[in-house]
């Protein structure tokens, strides 16, 4: 409850603080926006922001689950197999420090504008917290439960269904924490570069058209969207992990 009215007074604060910056520089509406007028801009083009907020969600969400399908592959890949552990590592940092700038350049020259430059950005983007964070979860396993399940014979699948995986899972909602944000920003990224629908197109299109309002508009539905993803990660972990935190408490 704390946490939401935090975070509700950062959201009322905001308005304030921005309504103040306009009124106490001399900036003209066409750089620095007042909020009504972009709270205005905002239900004037409710339906085309909604419609290019939907397209940045659709590539968001398929780039996290594809992230998360390579993400859990490689980390169980990892527990049992260490020269794959070893082979790819390297491989993944020098991949996560290559800028994004970069990729999307040689995406745009080999796979133009469609969906697949897009995911990749995503992937890109969201793969390596999702990885680090899992992949170490897996083995921050207390011994003793180890040394407990081999003593009942158990198999490979039992110790990591009834030991392994409730480890991991504290260590993998942590990292969805960071990187479910970054799919957003991962896919505005990429509608930046190529694309002709989303809100980094529209982002794009307001920086051409010297629209300082609708870019006012676009970062702040983008920004919430962010938070309300932070926000709704944070709520599953303590819903599903409350023993964790009854644990600190006491």
């Known amino acids: ?20 910056a306009v009124k106490c520089s001399s900036l003209p509406s066409s750089v620095l926006p007042p909020p009504d007028m972009v709270a205005s801009l905002i239900w004037e083009e409710r339906a085309n922001l ?14 996290y689950a594809i ?7 490689l ?38 504008d469609t969906i697949a430059p897009k995911l990749i950005i995503v992937v890109l983007v969201t793969f390596f917290p999702l990885l680090a964070n899992l992949k170490k979860g897996l083995r921050a396993v207390d011994p003793v439960l180890l040394d407990r399940m081999q003593t009942l014979h158990a198999s490979r699948w ?11 899972l504290p260590y993998y909602m942590a990292g969805h924490e960071i ?7 991962g896919a505005i990224i990429a509608e930046w570069f190529f694309s002709s629908q989303g809100l980094g197109y529209l982002i794009v299109q307001s920086i051409t058209e010297y629209r300082a309002d609708r870019l006012y508009a676009v970062t702040f539905i983008a920004s919430t969207l962010s938070v309300l993803v932070y926000i709704g990660i944070r709520a599953a972990d303590r819903h599903f992990f409350k023993w964790k935190s009854d644990a600190q408490k006491d």
């Open 1 to 20: 409850m704390k946490e939401i009215l935090n975070y509700f007074l950062v959201m009322i604060s905001l308005p304030i603080i921005w309504l103040i």
């Open 50 to 63: 909604l419609t290019h907020t939907l397209a940045t969600l659709k590539i968001a969400l398929i780039g």
């Open 67 to 73: 992230s998360n399908v390579i993400t859990l592959a």
């Open 75 to 112: 980390s169980i890949s990892f527990l049992y197999f260490r020269p794959l552990e070893d082979f790819i590592t390297p491989w993944a940092v020098v991949i996560k420090n290559v800028p994004y700038v970069t990729v999307a350049s040689v995406l745009i020259v080999t796979m133009g």
């Open 158 to 168: 039992q110790v990591f269904r009834k030991v392994r995986w409730p480890a991991a």
């Open 179 to 185: 990187a479910f944000t970054a799919s957003i920003i």
